[in-house]
């Protein structure tokens, strides 16, 4: 009798840790906390808290509450690969990030062998193009995003020659690429094309090689430190010719580290705060704000719509599988009259590539100030 008592309370008790266990669904959050690309990152990570706690409150996901453990990749590609798989084996459901697209390439083939389902802030071309059916952008890459750009050169900058400078990382090889391919299809001359390394201090041999070829608009491609940095010189060195980058030039960071280098700049962007008429955009850009006593950048608010993904695809699933994730997740259009926090209609395509309306963004007075939409395409 006292046997089967003991067998009794320990069968209990272990359905008792079953069902504990089964109270979270584990999320691995994977970003650029420290080194080149902590701006970028630790906007990811406090856009994903804005999200977890509203998913939370509303009851979690299958009725279960999410609980994230944060792992820092220090900008570090293979810092990176091992972080995801640490977080696999930590019982991670779902990966998000990473945010640089040379760290992404390298960890995604990680969660690809595991079937878990990744979302990621990175914009490299490369990345849908591997086959990967788990991996899942939260903006559009370079390849959607720059041709959309094209028509503001050809039509309202009317130029016909144009300087290119970019970052030498996975990143800006890739939009410098597709970007080159525009020009030459749009009829309009490259006359220089200046790369510059990550993490670059010095930009005065540059913008001078910008100045010299007299460009009719110079096109930026960097990171945010570097972007910054970059157009401090320019202005130092007074180029005149509009400054115009897709994603990072006219974010809230680059503005606070140029300071007023960064007036005039024009950028297309996948997603702003600063498109306040936007409901849910402007809900979220308050509640940050009002968390973290600064302005989301775009990386904020693509970590926010990942998270929020991930909670409205398992509940259509109806299970924790990350493979029935992917089929779900191809091909799959989400609007947001149905699904609000999703914040603007956003479609995936076969390759998870994202599609949705994008914005230019020209900095005045000191702030990135919304100057036109671009359909999604």
Not at 79 to 84: C, F
Not at 305 to 316: E, P
Not at 326 to 355: N, Q
Request: glycine fraction near 10%.
């Amino acid at each position: 009798m006292y046997r089967r008592s003991i067998l009794a309370l320990s069968t209990a008790l272990a359905m008792l840790g079953a069902a504990q266990a089964q109270e979270t669904v584990k999320v691995g959050m994977v970003a650029e906390l420290s080194g080149a690309g902590a701006p970028s990152g630790t906007n990811w990570r406090d856009g994903i808290k804005i999200a977890v706690e509203e998913i939370n409150a509303e009851g979690g996901i299958l009725g279960n509450q999410v609980e994230v453990t944060e792992y820092d990749t220090q900008t570090d590609p293979q810092v990176s690969r091992a972080l995801v798989q640490k977080a696999i084996d930590e019982g991670a459901y779902a990966i998000w990030g990473t945010i640089y697209s040379g760290s992404t390439m390298v960890n995604m083939l990680v969660a690809q062998q595991n079937s878990t389902p990744q979302f990621v802030g990175s914009e490299a071309p490369g990345v849908v193009e591997k086959g990967n059916p788990f991996i899942f952008r939260t903006s559009s890459g370079a390849q959607k995003g720059l041709p959309a750009l094209t028509p503001y050169f050809t039509d309202t900058l009317k130029a016909k020659k144009v300087g290119v400078a970019w970052v030498n990382n996975e990143f800006g090889k890739g939009g410098h690429d597709v970007f080159l391919a525009e020009m030459q299809k749009a009829g309009i001359e490259v006359v220089a094309d200046v790369p510059s390394e990550q993490a670059q201090t010095d930009y005065a041999a540059d913008v001078s090689k910008l100045k010299e070829a007299k460009p009719d608009a110079v096109f930026v491609y960097m990171n945010q430190e570097e972007s910054a940095r970059f157009l401090i010189e320019a202005k130092k060195q007074g180029l005149a010719m509009p400054l115009v980058g897709e994603v990072t030039l006219t974010e809230a960071k680059v503005i606070e580290l140029a300071g007023g280098a960064a007036e005039g700049a024009i950028a297309q962007v996948g997603v702003t705060a600063t498109a306040t008429d936007v409901p849910g955009i402007g809900a979220f850009a308050k509640k940050f704000e009002e968390a973290f006593k600064r302005k989301p950048t775009h990386d904020a608010i693509k970590g926010y719509v990942g998270a929020w993904t991930t909670k409205y695809v398992t509940d259509m699933v109806g299970e924790l599988d990350g493979e029935k994730f992917s089929e779900k997740m191809h091909g799959l259009c989400l609007k947001v009259a149905d699904h609000p926090k999703i914040l603007l209609d956003t479609c995936w395509d076969e390759r998870g590539e994202m599609s949705r309306p994008s914005f230019m963004v020209q900095v005045k007075d000191g702030a990135p100030v919304v100057i036109g939409t671009v359909p999604a395409n």
